[in-house]
């Protein structure tokens, strides 16, 4: 009477470890697809913060969200008194945070407090860095344990 109850709990933990490994490779396949959905996310949100730029006024109180016409990543542009960047590059031609024709997606005034989406837009900044590298860190974990899986001798 007692073979049987201990011949099932024999297949049962066979029957478990028999079910684990394509389970482990299952599991290897979601992390991967989830990775490269956070890749695509975060490749997003970087395009978005080398293409967008703040540009405060010269000389007022004014702050502009704007496009930039290249990616760069300088995040600031202008500022200080009004017509201080023509005395101090005389004869260039003016840069493009002071043409008249950028596109500007949010604006905002420190007269009246600092702007909201100011805020936002510097802590999203500096999430993407802190996500990026958790990103990386999480990648060469990955590497080497699988790496030193194969040195091993184990799947």
């Known amino acids: 009477m007692l073979a049987r109850p201990a011949r099932l709990i024999r297949s049962t933990f066979i029957g478990l470890a028999y079910w684990s490994r394509p389970y482990g490779e299952l599991r290897h396949l979601i992390i991967r697809v989830h990775m490269r959905k956070i890749l695509a996310v975060l490749m997003i949100f970087t395009v978005t913060y080398l293409m967008t730029g703040v540009v405060y006024e010269s000389g007022d109180f004014g702050v502009d969200l704007v ?32 043409s008249s024709d950028i596109v500007t997606l949010l604006d905002g005034d420190w007269e009246g407090g600092e702007p909201l989406w100011l805020i936002v837009y510097f802590f999203g900044f500096y999430g993407l860095i802190l996500a990026w590298s958790i990103y990386l860190i999480v990648c060469f974990v990955r590497i080497f344990r699988r790496r030193r899986r194969i040195i091993i001798g184990g799947k």
């Open 67 to 98: 496009i930039k016409p290249r990616p760069s990543f300088v995040l600031t542009f202008g500022g200080g008194e009004e017509g201080a960047w023509e005395r101090h590059n005389p004869g260039q031609p003016t840069p493009w945070w002071q």
